[in-house]
């Protein structure tokens, strides 16, 4: 069974830097499409970027330049670094996957597709 924990939200000031990580279960990150995506208060989801099996890595524009994304195949872990924090970057992230399909994909970009994702960690930015 597939499980996605998220963790590292929090508060940061406008132009700071906060780094999410997530721990995968039940798969292996370099066998399928992962990423993030997020959705704010009030506004619907929103992809933010994946990397697929092969290492490739897609960002949305609103964020590209500003976020990096990591993996660490031994550790099944991967990172979302999120630097230059902007007001329109508050949201719930939710670190996600290909896997697990079961009837439809939330899909963005060229080749970001997500099947699965975890609870969610609250990223939030002042002023």
């Known amino acids: 069974q597939v499980r996605l924990v998220e963790s590292g939200g929090g508060s940061v000031q406008s132009g700071g830097s906060l780094t999410l990580s997530c721990a995968y279960s039940?798969?292996?990150?370099?066998?399928?499409?992962v990423g993030w995506w997020r959705q704010a208060t009030g506004k619907g989801r929103e992809g933010v970027a994946c990397m697929t099996k092969d290492g490739d890595t897609y960002f949305e524009d609103s964020v590209k330049g500003r976020f990096t994304l990591s993996r660490d195949n031994a550790q099944n872990t991967m990172t979302l670094q999120m630097n230059n924090l902007k007001p329109e970057d508050p949201a719930v992230y939710y670190c996600?996957?290909?896997?697990?399909?079961?009837?439809?994909?939330?899909?963005?970009?060229?080749?970001?597709?997500?099947?699965?994702w975890g609870q969610g960690t609250k990223v939030t930015v002042f002023p």
């Open positions: 039940g798969m292996l990150l370099d066998s399928f499409i």
């Open positions: 996600a996957t290909e896997a697990s399909y079961i009837a439809s994909y939330f899909r963005f970009g060229p080749a970001c597709r997500f099947a699965s």
